[in-house]
């Protein structure tokens, strides 16, 4: 449905990810699954680490990864980056993957940064 976030996610994966996955990338669902996360969350609206105002402007991405305080020290690694920046999503603020077993989402801790 026009609007909901599996659309906005969808629309996001599609026209202005710049990861540009391919439909047999391992991890494309994941990173669908995370997107559609963000927007049922209202991640424009996060205190912190929400995705850039211009996805396609380098200086945006600085700025919106430098505007993401999160400081990450669990064991398997934890993102500290902006989400929906053109980097894994693994590195996305909040989200740790097992690298071992293929960048595989094992973990998502939002504390009190949202």
Do not use: H
């Amino acid at each position: 449905m026009a609007g909901s976030p599996q659309n906005m996610a969808l629309g996001w994966l599609i026209n202005k990810d710049a990861m540009y996955a391919c439909p047999d990338d391992e991890n494309l669902v994941q990173r669908y699954v995370v997107a559609v996360f963000y927007y049922s969350s209202i991640g424009d609206e996060w205190l912190q680490c929400s995705a850039p105002d211009d996805l396609e402007n380098p200086d945006s991405i600085e700025k919106a990864n430098a505007n993401c305080n999160i400081e990450d020290e669990s064991p398997d690694g934890g993102g500290t980056d902006a989400w929906l920046t053109p980097v894994s999503e693994c590195q996305w603020a909040g989200l740790a993957c097992q690298r071992s077993i293929g960048n595989v989402l094992v973990r998502i801790d939002f504390g009190e940064f949202v």
